[in-house]
């Protein structure tokens, strides 16, 4: 007498296809999990970058409003002009002074006159920019007005410009290379003719001052 078949019974069959199920079960759970890696290493590299944009911003606008604080202590040299200048970034930067010359002047007797009162003020800002931003450079441009553009006009109105090198965050492909994005005139926001010539990824953050 045939004994009846085991219907819960496993066949070799039915082995091989639960087996073969199983390694494409692993091999799609690693590739979705090395997705998941790949993915979250660029949002910490992008995050990481941004922090450190983030960070100069922050040091940029501390330099600019020590500046308009000292510049509205220095009454006399802001309405002559003395805080302003023409100069571009390389030549700015390149302005780098020792703080104990620039203070110097403005020692324990004090300064005498606006003029000297102007060079220590933009020495110990100057000073202070080159050791918290990489390529740092400081700028002072009197405020300009169009005629006919309905604008309002403020006397001895100045923007004051931070500027120093940022990390290069996009790339683009030239010719088959790949190549750093760099900040242009229009992207970079320095005022104009700033930066012509000028080498690295150089940003600006301006400060508007009214007296």
């Keep these: 007498m045939k004994c009846p078949r085991n219907p819960y019974a496993i066949?070799?069959?039915a082995l091989g296809r639960q087996a073969g199920?199983?390694?494409i079960e692993v091999l799609v759970s690693v590739v979705l999990l090395s997705l998941g890696v790949v993915s979250a290493m660029q949002l910490v590299t992008v995050s990481v970058k941004e922090r450190s944009v983030l960070k100069y911003k922050i040091a940029a606008t501390q330099a600019a409003t020590e500046?308009?604080?000292?510049?509205?202590?220095n009454q006399l040299g802001v309405r002559a002009g003395l805080y302003n200048d023409t100069l571009s970034y390389s030549e700015a930067s390149d302005l780098?002074?020792?703080?104990?010359i620039t203070t110097a002047?403005?020692?324990?007797?004090?300064?005498?006159d606006a003029a000297t009162l102007v060079d220590t003020d933009l020495g110990i800002v100057r000073y202070n920019l080159q050791q918290s931003l990489p390529g740092a450079a400081l700028t002072v441009r009197a405020q300009t007005y169009t005629a006919g553009a309905n604008q309002i006009k403020i006397p001895n109105a100045s923007t004051i410009y931070v500027a120093w090198l940022e990390p290069v965050t996009d790339t683009q492909v030239v010719d088959g290379a790949t190549t750093p994005t760099l900040l242009n005139q229009a992207t970079n926001g320095c005022?104009?003719?700033?930066?012509?010539n000028a080498s690295g990824n150089v940003r600006c953050?301006?400060?508007s001052y009214q007296p």
């Design 105 to 112: 002047p403005c020692g324990s007797t004090g300064c005498t």
């Design 205 to 207: 953050l301006g400060l």
């Design 11 to 13: 066949t070799k069959g």
């Design 67 to 73: 500046l308009a604080e000292r510049m509205r202590a």
């Design 21 to 23: 199920s199983t390694l």
């Design 96 to 100: 780098v002074t020792d703080v104990t």
């Design 191 to 196: 005022p104009n003719s700033f930066t012509t």
